[in-house]
Structure formats: C-alpha cells, structure tokens
C-alpha cells in the first residue's frame, strides 16, 4: 500500500491515495494554517471509525441481522504534552434495525475491536481503546 502526501500553501497539505482518492489537510490558524481541511490526528480516528464500522456491519450482515442504519461517534483523549499522542479512545456504536440481536451486535463490536479492524488492533498498543454500542429499534 502507497499514499502520497504533497504540501499545497501555508499549512495545507493534499493526501492521495493508491485507490485514487484524494484528501485535504490543513492545521488550524494559530499554526499557520487556514482549516481548510481535515487535521492528521482527526483523520485517525476517522480511520478507526470507518474500520470498524465496516467489520461490524460484514458481521452482522453475515449474520442476517437487518441493520438499516449505522454510525460510530469516536472521543479521543490526548497527551498534554508533545508529541500529544492519544492516551484514551472510545467508539460508541449506534445500530439501528428491525430486530437486532443485542448478543450478535455485542459479539460483532468484540470481533472487531479484538480481531478485525487493524486501525482498532494497531492503536490497542499503545493507546486505551474501549467500545460500547446502543440498538435502535427501527420504525416501519
């Protein structure tokens, strides 16, 4: 796998992707950026979140639960001092379906953050990662 990351102006950085997709970075302004995109660290824990979320919805798809709706909100935590590593993250599941098992969605969230998501596993060695999940049961 290769990334490339080219430096625009100021603090504005374009990511590109080996798959051909593109991202802004940008720090904020009291660093010499203008926001104009996303911060590095944000994108970390953008990439935790999409991981797992696509574990958990192969999963239970896999196991024929109807889930309709899915997100993930992720809170970080961060060291005050540099490098300001992350000390704590933890991903709040939301699942939304028509009957979905509470033990299967437990099950799925474990698989991934235990097994599964490699983004979940890699940042597990060094940083406190917990996962917790809530089921929406899904209107007609």
Known sequence: MKTRVKWLDHMTFVGE???????????????????LGIRPM???????????SFDVLMILQKGRQKVTNCHV?????????????????????????????????????????????????MLASTVEITHDYEIIEASE
């Open 17 to 35: 992707s080996e798959s051909g997709h593109s991202v802004v970075m940008d720090g904020p302004p009291e660093a010499g950026g203008r926001n």
């Open 42 to 52: 944000e994108m970390i824990l953008l990439g935790l979140g999409g991981c797992s």
């Open 73 to 121: 909100e992720i809170s970080a935590e961060r060291a005050e001092t540099d490098p300001k590593v992350f000390t704590k993250i933890h991903a709040h599941f939301v699942l939304e379906g028509k009957n979905l098992n509470q033990k299967q969605v437990a099950k799925a969230v474990s698989l991934s953050a235990d097994k599964y998501c490699s983004v979940s596993i």
